[in-house]
């Protein structure tokens, strides 16, 4: 009897961790709609990867991008499209790049901290028009950044970083 409730137990715990390990990792399939959305998830590749939080970099091969007045015009009418919120309050916004620097901080191999004022300011020094937009979906939120050479206008690059808000 005893061996029976405890293998009984045993079950119920690989059943949950089984849907735990589902659940953090579906989040994730919403970084790769976005990138599909952005056309850039074709060669796409991780830069950095925990069960929390996603850096992807890919190229966009969106022929639209050129048919709105900015970067982040672009960018904000396709994250709605795909369900997130523009984030704009700095409160939240400081969640987000808090979150990030959490994360890393445990993962010490990777030493950079996500300034994206540092970021956009460091691109556009180089010739690169540069813009980001914040953005939130349930518990997930997104920092979206796309860049390109002003003169060649291609390719134009996007990384998007992608942590899991705790519950």
């Known amino acids: ?3 029976e409730n405890l ?10 961790l089984k849907t735990y390990n589902f ?11 976005l990138m599909h959305a ?13 069960d929390e939080m996603l850096m992807v970099k ?25 369900g997130f919120e523009i984030v704009e309050d700095i409160k939240e916004i400081d969640k987000f ?3 990030i620097n959490e994360i890393l ?3 010490p191999l990777y030493p950079d901290t996500f300034g994206f004022e540092r970021m956009k300011e460091s691109f556009e020094m180089i010739g690169c028009e540069c813009d980001y ?5 349930r518990n997930i939120m997104v920092g979206v950044c796309m860049y390109f050479d002003k003169k060649m206008k291609n390719p134009k690059f996007v990384e998007v970083v992608g942590v899991l808000l705790p519950s």
């Open 7 to 16: 293998l009984k137990s045993l079950k119920n715990t690989v059943k949950k």
């Open 133 to 137: 937009v914040i953005a939130k979906k």
């Open 105 to 107: 901080k445990e993962n």
């Open 38 to 50: 952005l056309n850039a998830f074709k060669g796409s590749k991780p830069l950095f990867e925990t």
């Open 58 to 82: 890919g190229v966009c091969r969106d022929e639209e991008v050129e048919k709105y007045g900015s970067i982040k015009d672009y960018l904000v009418k396709k994250l709605e499209k795909e």
């Open 23 to 33: 659940g953090v990792s579906m989040w994730k399939v919403n970084i790769g709609r």
């Open 1 to 3: 009897m005893h061996l």
């Open 97 to 99: 790049v808090s979150r």
